[in-house]
């Protein structure tokens, strides 16, 4: 690797680290802020998802190959990490990191994307199904049972083979359609139980449609639990990504996507484990660190706490 | 608190030693006749019916259960009958020249007793071609008119038509079936015959249990009237893919497997100390392949492929002897043609297209294909020359040459973008020309004459011709060679065929495999026939001295 | 109580046979033909039109949804062209295996789980709990197939503790004895079940610690801890008995996921369960096999939840019947 990456590489950490510095600042006024912090996990998934945010914007500057470039597919292939290659190279001799590096880009899109469809489906259903309740909430619970009755993986299989190959796009938007159910369930609980207080019935005295009501007073209200499970959201999406690349249907190739770059490594296990052993590392520790975030998050906006 | 621990540990040694108590070593077989061999077998069998099934392992599993009239030697000769095997017949004769008259041996008898006759034969004929059996294998029987039951020691084959390869056709293709089992099942439902899973067969070995998706067991017939077979149990283990298997293998968790396919594996079993590897001619070659016509619509020319300098641009940007080092290591070549290293017509001096990327970039131009908006791809009256290729998503040779060419591609200009996909869409949309390029490969019968034309000729449109690959100099060259009275004239004419269409270039041809095969290294006179490894497996044999702990299990 | 129980068991029906229509709908209008044999061997397509014909393959949707249908009604399961054998057959030897497979995973889960939650509970903030807490957040994000390709690479192919893949030694099992056999079997099962159970161990401790952290908050615990009762009182009286309810939410929930959350570790391992079967038929278009295996798989999760809302009702009579709907 080059020596401007190795710079950029280390300025990169160094970032992440101060943004986990800064954050801390900014946020020790708000009781949440620190109740956050009190959990020592949650400054590394901090500090991990800075980390892997900034490779994956400035990824041309932190590598020094490109994702696509086939080095030397007779001399170069499956060799193991050394110091031009810090990763290793994988079956096509392309170089690991920079692979790494740009996956993160891809995975971490998909996997944002993918959690914002599921999320914003999961609050509008949940919502307008705690809101309205009789035969609404029971139409929208029962297709949500539907959709849960379904095995997921069966269900994003027979979605896959309908469309042949997915585009990005399409398979970012097959993949939220098939997880918002959970998250239905939980905004609808919540709602279920702000609608009753004393703001809400203000509210609709005044005359406040109902858009506006659930929009404007219920939500923002019932807001901690869907923010936990958009962290954790992304996890799970990331996982179902890999999942998916494993069974030969995730981001179509040549674009490198962690999961896809384990399912190239994987028949190499035994000789070439790095190409394996890297990207699954990389979603183990983005994972980790959104859990981690995602637990800190609900301990720090959980209003219940608040007498401790 | 050590009372307990006292205690407990009693318990475990109790536990173990009941254990180690059950694990009788018995005396179990000693001699000649020992051995048990596992296989790590890739796939399962659907039926194991052989008029119902192409499948690798069903057809590996049908070699032990049921015999042919005869079998082709180790030299794989298709024509003529000399280099043939008596197995069923022991003796034949031609009675002129439309009809073979073979004497079947009276010593062979079927699992249940029942001696072997002929009109097992013409039973088995009439099964092979009743078009409710729907089999694969009719298309290939259908220059026999009939075949009838002269005596119960007598089969009488009446052809249609002379031509070299009529012996190989009366005895390649069809396996004797026991008719007195068999006729009471309705055509229609021999795709499912329970038969299928408990077959009650003629050969060296006997059928012994299927456990789905796990094992399929035979053990040999001491009886069998050509040779009581050496091993003594032959078990096939299903695994999921070629990387379980190999880790299998390796693991000493199984004896054997035919194909191991990827360089990786072959250096893994060469690594292993209890394993002996056994290259042997592949019968499978690939390509990309060209929609000559237009994707979706097979009136049009395919506006890229259409034209023939642009597709040998094309494979001269490509070099396919680095790919092949890549991918398969030094265990495969490239094929001057549509031929696999199985074939006696196999040749690579052939003249191919060379690879030569100066040349080919100056074809390019020279029609058209010029990058005029410097974005790295070459376009032709606003057109880009960029196209889509199908991959069999399980396929990992396939995937792995299909992002190799889009690399050799990118470098002149030509941009390859690739649809991973399952095996039915492949199917479909190769059938219907709904596709670009495509990715393909066969797995061919020991002769040019069936493979070429299904694929290669007119003759092929709506059958194995998804290219629509259309040359009347080739289509006449093909049959030439197909009729050739001797195998001289053959060879010319098949020479002149393949360097016609290699000049052609519907596709680019990538690889004619070798298949490395690995056996644990007890076992001897391991002798592999490369049309079928499992062939002669009733020659192979344990030595007394090398049997190991799972070859004495009585069973 | 069983007027709801009637609406939930009718709603259930309802729900498995919205699911196994849209199946249906979805298998038909997928691209691909039905896979009725290798691809790399030459095929006859007037053999292959034939046996698409025999299979019933053929045909208008509605007239095809409504023999299946009728089909149903007589309970046969159809027969698969990919495994050329009816599916309830092919049905019936596979989910043993998932069955086996999934309950040594969850029996791994639950205890694991549990006592790892419960002792990080007894432990909380401490060295022993921050330790193993990174541990379970670790185990709980990894990809299961790609933890599972590692296990089996490292204990199977490396230090050969374990086989590599399959359920028993298909030399030696059924002949040496039978509790050979069993022992084998137990050794088969190994290391596919402790990649999916410890997995879902992490989480379920994650879990049960924070339940048992929530409960332990509650006034009437503190109360019983005022009043002097031991702590392991307290622990196993309240806390645990309270937090166990939140448990058996989690067990209906887990089942069905483990079902298909077995399908890749069935491929690494050579499982021969039912995940494998319907992968396998999805992708090959082997339409009977799908459909059956989605009913059956929805027919479970729908159960397990019902079963898991039945137990949640008997166990704890302050939750009133209305708050499940």
């Given at each position: 690797?080059?020596?401007?990456?190795w710079?950029?590489?280390?300025?990169a950490?160094?970032?992440?680290?101060?943004?986990?510095?800064?954050?801390?600042?900014?946020?020790?006024?708000?009781?949440?802020?620190?109740?956050?912090?009190?959990h020592?996990?949650?400054?590394?998934g901090?500090?991990?998802?800075?980390?892997f945010?900034?490779?994956?914007?400035?990824?041309?500057?932190?590598?020094?190959?490109?994702?696509?470039?086939?080095?030397?597919?007779?001399?170069?292939?499956?060799?193991?990490?050394s110091?031009?290659?810090?990763?290793?190279?994988?079956?096509?001799?392309?170089?690991?990191?920079?692979?790494?590096?740009?996956?993160?880009?891809?995975?971490?899109?998909?996997?944002?994307?993918g959690m914002?469809?599921?999320?914003?489906?999961?609050?509008?259903?949940?919502?307008?199904?705690?809101y309205?309740?009789?035969?609404?909430?029971?139409?929208?619970?029962?297709?949500?049972?539907?959709?849960?009755?379904?095995?997921?993986?069966?269900?994003l299989?027979?979605?896959?083979?309908?469309?042949?190959?997915?585009?990005?796009a399409?398979?970012v938007?097959?993949?939220g359609f098939?997880?918002?159910?959970?998250?239905?369930?939980?905004?609808?609980?919540?709602?279920?139980?702000?609608?009753?207080?004393d703001?809400?019935?203000?509210?609709?005295?005044?005359?406040?449609?109902?858009?506006?009501?659930?929009?404007?007073h219920?939500?923002p209200?019932?807001?901690?639990?869907?923010?936990?499970?958009?962290?954790?959201?992304?996890?799970?999406?990331?996982?179902?990504?890999?999942?998916?690349?494993?069974?030969?249907?995730?981001?179509?190739?040549?674009?490198?996507?962690?999961?896809?770059?384990?399912?190239?490594?994987?028949?190499?296990?035994?000789?070439?484990?790095?190409?394996?052993?890297?990207?699954?590392?990389?979603?183990?520790?983005?994972?980790?660190?959104?859990?981690a975030?995602?637990?800190?998050?609900?301990?720090?906006?959980?209003?219940?706490?608040?007498a401790? | 608190?050590?009372?307990?621990?006292?205690?407990?540990?009693?318990?475990?040694?109790?536990?173990?030693a009941?254990?180690?108590a059950?694990?009788?070593?018995?005396p179990?077989?000693?001699?000649e006749?020992c051995?048990?061999?596992?296989?790590?077998?890739?796939?399962?069998?659907?039926?194991?019916?052989?008029?119902s099934t192409?499948?690798?392992?069903?057809?590996?599993?049908?070699?032990?259960?049921?015999?042919?009239?005869?079998?082709i030697?180790?030299?794989?000769?298709?024509?003529?009958?000399?280099?043939?095997?008596?197995?069923?017949?022991?003796?034949?004769?031609?009675?002129?020249?439309?009809?073979?008259?073979?004497?079947?041996?009276?010593?062979?008898?079927?699992?249940d007793?029942q001696?072997?006759?002929?009109?097992?034969?013409?039973?088995?004929?009439?099964?092979?071609?009743?078009?409710?059996?729907a089999?694969?294998?009719r298309?290939a029987?259908r220059?026999?008119?009939?075949?009838?039951?002269?005596?119960p020691?007598?089969?009488?084959?009446?052809?249609r038509?002379?031509?070299?390869?009529?012996?190989?056709?009366?005895?390649?293709?069809?396996?004797?079936?026991?008719?007195?089992?068999?006729?009471g099942?309705?055509?229609?439902?021999?795709?499912?015959?329970?038969?299928?899973?408990?077959?009650?067969?003629?050969?060296?070995?006997?059928?012994v249990?299927?456990?789905?998706?796990?094992?399929?067991?035979?053990?040999?017939?001491?009886?069998?009237?050509?040779?009581?077979?050496?091993i003594?149990?032959?078990?096939?283990?299903f695994?999921?893919?070629?990387?379980?298997?190999?880790?299998?293998?390796?693991?000493?968790?199984?004896?054997g497997?035919?194909?191991l396919?990827?360089?990786?594996?072959?250096?893994?079993?060469?690594?292993?100390?209890?394993l002996t590897?056994?290259?042997?001619?592949?019968?499978?070659?690939?390509?990309?392949?060209?929609?000559?016509?237009?994707?979706?619509?097979?009136?049009?020319?395919?506006?890229?492929?259409g034209d023939?300098?642009?597709?040998?641009?094309l494979?001269?940007?490509?070099d396919?002897a680095?790919?092949?080092?890549?991918?398969?290591?030094d265990?495969?070549?490239?094929?001057?043609?549509?031929m696999?290293?199985?074939?006696?017509?196999?040749d690579?001096?052939?003249?191919?297209?060379?690879?030569?990327?100066?040349?080919?970039?100056?074809?390019?131009?020279?029609?058209?294909?010029?990058?005029?908006?410097?974005?790295g791809?070459?376009?032709?009256?606003?057109?880009?020359?960029?196209?889509?290729?199908?991959?069999?998503?399980?396929?990992?040779?396939?995937?792995?040459?299909?992002?190799?060419?889009?690399?050799?591609?990118?470098?002149?200009?030509?941009?390859?973008?690739?649809?991973?996909?399952?095996?039915?869409?492949?199917s479909?949309?190769?059938?219907?020309?709904?596709?670009?390029?495509?990715m393909?490969?066969?797995?061919?019968?020991?002769?040019?004459?069936?493979?070429?034309?299904?694929?290669?000729?007119?003759?092929?449109f709506?059958r194995?011709?998804?290219?629509?690959?259309d040359?009347?100099?080739?289509?006449?060259?093909?049959?030439?060679?197909?009729?050739?009275?001797?195998?001289?004239?053959?060879?010319?004419?098949?020479r002149?065929?393949?360097?016609?269409?290699?000049?052609?270039?519907?596709?680019?041809?990538?690889?004619?495999?070798?298949?490395?095969?690995?056996?644990?290294?007890?076992?001897?006179?391991?002798?592999?026939?490369?049309?079928?490894?499992?062939?002669?497996?009733?020659?192979?044999?344990?030595?007394?001295?090398?049997?190991?702990?799972?070859?004495?299990?009585?069973? | 109580?069983?007027?709801?129980?009637?609406?939930?068991?009718?709603a259930?029906?309802?729900?498995?046979?919205?699911?196994?229509?849209?199946?249906?709908?979805?298998?038909d209008?997928?691209?691909?033909?039905?896979?009725?044999?290798p691809?790399?061997?030459?095929?006859?397509?007037?053999?292959?039109?034939?046996?698409?014909?025999?299979?019933?393959?053929?045909?208008?949707?509605?007239?095809?949804?409504?023999?299946?249908?009728?089909?149903?009604?007589?309970?046969?399961?159809?027969?698969?062209?990919?495994?050329?054998?009816?599916?309830?057959?092919?049905?019936?030897?596979?989910?043993?295996?998932?069955?086996?497979?999934?309950?040594?995973?969850?029996?791994i889960?639950?205890?694991i789980?549990?006592?790892?939650?419960?002792?990080?509970?007894?432990?909380?903030?401490?060295l022993?709990?921050v330790?193993?807490?990174?541990?379970?957040?670790?185990?709980?994000?990894?990809?299961?197939?790609?933890?599972?390709?590692?296990?089996?690479?490292?204990f199977?192919?490396?230090?050969?503790?374990f086989?590599?893949?399959?359920?028993?030694?298909p030399?030696?099992?059924?002949?040496?004895?039978?509790?050979?056999?069993t022992?084998?079997?137990?050794?088969?099962?190994?290391?596919?079940?402790?990649?999916?159970?410890?997995?879902?161990?992490?989480?379920?401790?994650?879990?049960?610690?924070?339940?048992?952290?929530?409960v332990?908050?509650?006034?009437?615990?503190?109360?019983?801890r005022?009043?002097?009762?031991?702590?392991?009182?307290?622990?196993?009286?309240?806390?645990l008995?309270?937090?166990?309810?939140?448990?058996?939410?989690?067990?209906?929930?887990?089942?069905?996921?483990?079902?298909?959350?077995?399908?890749?570790?069935?491929?690494?391992?050579?499982?021969?369960g039912?995940?494998?079967?319907?992968?396998?038929?999805?992708?090959?278009?082997?339409?009977?096999?799908?459909?059956?295996a989605?009913l059956?798989?929805?027919?479970?999760?729908?159960?397990?939840?019902?079963?898991?809302?039945?137990?949640?009702?008997v166990?704890?009579?302050?939750?009133r019947?209305?708050?499940?709907?």
């Amino acid at each position: 690797m080059t020596l401007q990456a190795w710079f950029a590489l280390l300025a990169a950490l160094a970032l992440a680290a101060w943004a986990v510095g800064a954050l801390r600042r900014r946020t020790a006024r708000h009781e949440a802020g620190r109740r956050f912090f009190r959990h020592p996990t949650a400054a590394w998934g901090i500090g991990i998802l800075a980390f892997f945010a900034i490779v994956a914007v400035a990824a041309p500057l932190v590598t020094s190959f490109d994702p696509r470039q086939q080095l030397d597919i007779v001399r170069l292939k499956n060799q193991p990490p050394s110091w031009s290659y810090i990763l290793g190279t994988d079956l096509y001799s392309r170089d690991l990191w920079t692979r790494v590096a740009y996956g993160a880009r891809i995975s971490l899109m998909v996997g944002a994307l993918g959690m914002l469809v599921a999320v914003t489906l999961g609050t509008l259903v949940g919502a307008v199904a705690g809101y309205y309740r009789r035969w609404v909430d029971a139409v929208l619970m029962r297709g949500v049972d539907v959709g849960l009755a379904l095995p997921r993986i069966f269900v994003l299989l027979i979605a896959i083979a309908l469309f042949g190959r997915l585009p990005l796009a399409l398979l970012v938007l097959v993949i939220g359609f098939t997880s918002w159910f959970g998250t239905s369930r939980l905004v609808r609980a919540e709602v279920l139980s702000v609608r009753e207080r004393d703001f809400v019935a203000a509210a609709r005295a005044v005359g406040a449609g109902a858009a506006r009501v659930i929009f404007r007073h219920v939500l923002p209200n019932a807001a901690a639990p869907i923010i936990v499970s958009a962290a954790l959201g992304i996890g799970n999406v990331l996982l179902l990504e890999a999942a998916l690349s494993f069974l030969g249907i995730g981001v179509p190739p040549p674009a490198p996507s962690w999961g896809n770059m384990i399912a190239d490594g994987a028949p190499y296990l035994a000789t070439a484990p790095w190409t394996t052993l890297f990207p699954g590392l990389a979603i183990a520790l983005v994972v980790m660190a959104l859990n981690a975030v995602g637990d800190a998050l609900r301990d720090a906006l959980d209003p219940r706490q608040e007498a401790m | 608190m050590l009372s307990a621990m006292l205690r407990l540990r009693r318990l475990v040694l109790v536990v173990a030693a009941l254990g180690l108590a059950s694990c009788q070593r018995s005396p179990g077989c000693t001699g000649e006749y020992c051995g048990t061999l596992v296989f790590a077998a890739v796939g399962e069998p659907d039926i194991l019916l052989p008029p119902s099934t192409q499948e690798a392992v069903s057809r590996d599993i049908e070699e032990q259960l049921f015999l042919k009239l005869a079998d082709i030697g180790l030299s794989t000769n298709t024509v003529g009958d000399e280099d043939f095997q008596p197995i069923l017949a022991e003796r034949w004769e031609w009675d002129g020249p439309l009809t073979l008259v073979f004497h079947l041996d009276s010593r062979a008898r079927w699992q249940d007793g029942q001696p072997v006759t002929a009109s097992d034969v013409a039973f088995t004929f009439d099964a092979y071609t009743d078009s409710a059996v729907a089999s694969p294998y009719r298309a290939a029987l259908r220059r026999i008119a009939s075949v009838k039951a002269r005596d119960p020691e007598t089969a009488v084959f009446r052809f249609r038509e002379r031509y070299p390869e009529m012996f190989y056709d009366a005895v390649y293709h069809m396996r004797v079936l026991p008719g007195h089992l068999l006729r009471g099942v309705p055509r229609d439902q021999w795709k499912t015959a329970p038969f299928g899973r408990q077959p009650v067969g003629n050969g060296p070995y006997r059928f012994v249990a299927w456990k789905a998706g796990q094992t399929i067991e035979l053990v040999a017939d001491s009886t069998f009237f050509l040779g009581r077979p050496g091993i003594r149990h032959l078990i096939w283990r299903f695994t999921p893919d070629i990387v379980v298997a190999a880790t299998q293998l390796v693991a000493d968790q199984a004896d054997g497997r035919e194909q191991l396919v990827t360089p990786d594996n072959i250096a893994r079993a060469r690594a292993a100390p209890q394993l002996t590897i056994y290259p042997y001619r592949g019968a499978t070659y690939g390509y990309l392949g060209f929609n000559l016509a237009a994707n979706g619509d097979t009136m049009q020319p395919h506006p890229i492929f259409g034209d023939r300098e642009v597709r040998r641009a094309l494979t001269m940007a490509v070099d396919r002897a680095r790919l092949l080092k890549s991918v398969f290591g030094d265990f495969a070549q490239v094929p001057p043609g549509p031929m696999s290293q199985l074939w006696w017509i196999w040749d690579p001096e052939l003249r191919q297209l060379p690879y030569d990327t100066v040349q080919a970039g100056r074809l390019l131009s020279a029609r058209g294909w010029r990058d005029s908006d410097h974005d790295g791809i070459r376009d032709r009256g606003g057109q880009p020359l960029s196209f889509r290729v199908l991959v069999t998503s399980t396929s990992a040779i396939r995937r792995q040459y299909a992002r190799l060419l889009q690399e050799q591609f990118r470098l002149v200009g030509v941009q390859m973008d690739i649809d991973e996909v399952e095996a039915s869409v492949v199917s479909e949309r190769a059938a219907a020309g709904k596709f670009d390029a495509v990715m393909l490969a066969w797995n061919t019968d020991p002769t040019p004459s069936s493979g070429v034309p299904q694929v290669w000729t007119r003759g092929g449109f709506g059958r194995s011709n998804y290219l629509r690959y259309d040359n009347p100099a080739f289509d006449r060259l093909v049959d030439r060679a197909t009729a050739a009275a001797t195998r001289d004239q053959a060879r010319a004419a098949w020479r002149a065929a393949v360097e016609t269409i290699s000049a052609d270039a519907p596709g680019i041809f990538l690889f004619a495999t070798d298949n490395v095969a690995a056996f644990h290294n007890r076992v001897a006179d391991v002798r592999i026939r490369p049309d079928s490894w499992a062939a002669l497996l009733r020659t192979w044999r344990i030595p007394p001295d090398r049997l190991i702990d799972r070859d004495r299990v009585e069973r | 109580m069983t007027a709801w129980l009637v609406r939930r068991v009718a709603a259930s029906v309802a729900i498995v046979f919205v699911v196994v229509t849209l199946t249906f709908i979805l298998m038909d209008l997928a691209p691909g033909k039905p896979m009725l044999g290798p691809t790399e061997r030459l095929a006859d397509p007037e053999a292959e039109a034939e046996l698409r014909r025999q299979f019933g393959l053929d045909g208008p949707l509605g007239v095809r949804y409504v023999s299946y249908l009728r089909q149903l009604a007589r309970g046969n399961l159809g027969a698969s062209f990919g495994l050329r054998r009816p599916v309830a057959d092919a049905l019936a030897e596979a989910i043993p295996n998932t069955l086996l497979l999934a309950g040594a995973a969850l029996l791994i889960d639950f205890l694991i789980g549990l006592g790892l939650g419960v002792y990080q509970a007894l432990r909380v903030h401490r060295l022993p709990d921050v330790a193993l807490g990174n541990v379970t957040l670790f185990l709980y994000s990894v990809p299961t197939f790609w933890l599972g390709l590692i296990l089996l690479l490292v204990f199977g192919a490396w230090l050969r503790w374990f086989p590599v893949g399959g359920m028993s030694d298909p030399v030696l099992c059924p002949t040496v004895s039978s509790f050979y056999c069993t022992m084998d079997r137990l050794w088969h099962l190994a290391l596919p079940a402790l990649t999916l159970g410890i997995v879902g161990a992490a989480g379920t401790a994650r879990f049960q610690r924070a339940a048992m952290l929530e409960v332990a908050g509650q006034d009437y615990v503190r109360t019983a801890r005022a009043k002097g009762a031991s702590e392991r009182r307290v622990v196993l009286r309240h806390q645990l008995r309270n937090a166990l309810l939140s448990f058996i939410t989690l067990f209906g929930l887990a089942f069905p996921f483990l079902l298909t959350g077995a399908v890749l570790i069935e491929t690494i391992f050579a499982w021969p369960g039912m995940g494998r079967l319907a992968t396998d038929a999805i992708l090959r278009r082997d339409f009977p096999v799908v459909n059956a295996a989605v009913l059956l798989a929805s027919t479970l999760v729908v159960t397990g939840s019902l079963l898991a809302d039945v137990l949640l009702a008997v166990a704890d009579p302050r939750l009133r019947v209305r708050d499940l709907a």
